[in-house]
Each structure stands twice: as structure tokens, then as C-alpha cells.
């Protein structure tokens, strides 16, 4: 018998998130206003760790593109927004975007090579590509060759919103920057998780879940499986390209070391996404919470902090394959960022 149909993703507890986010957001921006130096310091970290989590997330857990090498992407952010600054004179608020751009161009041909591999093959080849990038970006004496360099004093003292920030808050150069560093890392967090979601949520997000599901189905019913590998594949470069540049904004100095550092910047991601949940944004968010307390805790004990979070994504990966938050939805079906469509009564169109 026939009748009316209506397809939706939205949930009440998604609604409720939204506005409880909305109030976060506000709260954030206004945060300076009353935390201290130290905290601002703190949710820095805990944003981009969060920005390098989607992205990787967008790439292993939608996307099925598993890389090992996005410490690649972090550095050319971090040596784009330096040339820039350095050798062009840039503003080095304005060169962020310019860190996008250079992991992009690097992005390019590194796609055409890793594309060609498939599994554990293409993650191996996404970290040879890192390797060969820090080595070459360790040649370039005019930003510091393999000791690495320092961001200009002027260049520093002269950063676009600096001024307003001290204004506003009455702060030193030191804590206006870092401030400012903190909006930008806000900003770039709210951008991030809302343009994933809307990809997720849209016609290409369905696309992509099936090419992850099963890549010979997917291309059988007309999805154009490559072009939706690089999508996300130079997606996720620029994206990270950027966090990478904001990174070393707020430190200052840079070296190919540190910036291409994969423990830094590809393992801490992966045990984030892993023991949050992969495949879900929740996820990501959940794991950086539980990384930041753990690193909190016991980052003091050296080598036995790497082995403690080693074996906690072990007894995760066996006993909640899909992560903390994967756990959780699991037993109370709670999503609070909902792509699954639903059928209900009513008249048959897509929210």
C-alpha cells in the first residue's frame, strides 16, 4: 500500500548538541576574558590535535585511505607560513592560508603515486613521501637548513589582530598571541567539524561511504571512486596544511625534526581517532579529550607513557573496535552528528 514517506537525519539529540555547542562556542571566544594563560595553552593543543583528528578521520575512517604520512602535510604548513614570513615579508596571520596551499601543491603529485598503491602498501608509501619531504625541506638553508629558525621578531610583534587582543585584554605580546593563536585554532576547529559534517551529510558523503564499504559497488552504480579519493585526499592536505602552519605560529620556531616529527603528528592522531571512534566525528573528539588527560598525566614517565597509551589502544581496538564513542552509541543509539538517513510517516523529501 502506498503513502507518504519523509527521509531525515536529524535526531533530537542532535538538536540538543547543536545548542549546547552554540553555547560552547560562545563561551569559548569569550574564554580569554577570565582563563588563564595556561588554559589558553591547553585547549591550543587540545583544538589542532582535534583539526589533524578530523582530517585524518575524513581520510582513514571515510574515506578508507589509510595514510601514515600526514606528518608530510604539518610541515609544508608549518615551512609554508615561515618562507612566508621570512622571505616575502608576509603577515603571518595572512600566510595561514598559504599553508594550506603548499601542502596542496605537494599533495598533488603525491596523490598520483599513492594512488597507484593499495592497503599497507599505500600507508608505507604515504610515509616514505613524509620522509623524502623532511629530508628535502632540511636542504633549505634560507629557512634554517636542518637546525630549523624563528620567525621574524617584527613579523611576530606586527601579526594582523595583535594589537586588538592587547587592547581587549590588557595582555603582554606573549599572552596576546597566544590568545590570538587560540581564536584561530577555535575557528579552524568550528570550520572543520561543520564542513565534514555538511560533506558527510550531502550527496558526495554517500558517495563516499560507499566507495569506503566497497569500492567495486560503489563504481557499479555509477560513483566515480578516484575522484572522490581525491577529494578527500587534497582535502584533508590543505586542511592539515593549515593546522600544521597555526602549530608553529604559536611556537614560533620550527625545525624539519620537529614539524615532520611522525610520532607528533600522525601516531598521537591515529590513537586519537582509534580509541575514539573511527568513522564517527564524535569519535575524534572524544579521543582527544582522553589523549589530552592522559598525556596530562602521565607524559612525565617517558617511555612508559608511550607504552601505556600502546596498550590502552590495544584494549580498545579488542574489546570496542569502534571506539569509545562507537561504544557508547551503540548501547543508546545517541548521535549527536547524525549522516545516517531515516524513513518516517509523511511526505517523501531529504533534510
Known sequence: ???????????????????????????????????????????FF???MLVLAQFWNLLAGYGGLVSVGQQA????GAYGLFGAAILWGWDPVAALILSGVAALLVAI????????????????????????????????????????????????????????????FGASNAAARDILAYWLALTLAIATIGGIY?????????????????????????????????IVFLTAAFGTGIAGGLIYLQKGRVSPDAAFAVTDWTA???????IGGIGTIEGPIIGVLVF??????????????????????????????RGLWGLFSDKTGVQLFPIRRRLTGGKIREE
Do not use: C
Open 198 to 230: 555538511a560533506l558527510l551529510r550531502s550527496k558526495r558523503g554517500l558517495a563516499l561511504a560507499a566507495v569506503r564499504d566497497n569500492i567495486e559497488a560503489a563504481r557499479a552504480v555509477g560513483v566515480d571512486a578516484v575522484r572522490m579519493k581525491w
Open 292 to 321: 589530552f588527560a592522559l598525556q596530562s598525566l602521565f607524559a612525565d614517565y617517558g617511555t612508559w607513557y608511550l607504552m601505556a597509551l600502546g596498550m590502552i589502544g590495544i584494549i580498545v581496538m579488542l574489546f570496542a573496535p
Open 46 to 48: 587540545i583544538l589542532t
Open 109 to 168: 603529485p603525491t596523490a598520483f603515486f599513492a594512488f597507484r598503491l593499495a592497503g599497507a602498501y599505500f600507508a608505507i608509501g604515504t610515509w616514505v613521501v613524509a620522509e623524502v619531504v623532511r629530508l628535502s625541506v632540511a636542504q633549505w638553508k634560507a629557512v634554517g637548513g636542518g637546525t630549523g629558525t624563528s620567525l621574524p621578531r617584527d613579523a611576530v610583534d606586527g601579526m594582523r589582530g595583535l594589537e586588538t587582543v592587547k587592547t581587549l
Open 1 to 43: 500500500m502506498a503513502g507518504d514517506y519523509r527521509v531525515h537525519a536529524r535526531t533530537r539529540a542532535a538538536t540538543v548538541a547543536g545548542i549546547v555547542a552554540v553555547v560552547l562556542v560562545i563561551v569559548g571566544y569569550a574564554l580569554p576574558a577570565f582563563a588563564g594563560r595556561g588554559l589558553i595553552q591547553d585547549l
Open 268 to 274: 598521537y592522531v591515529i590513537f586519537i581517532v582509534v
Open 73 to 76: 602535510f604539518v610541515g609544508l
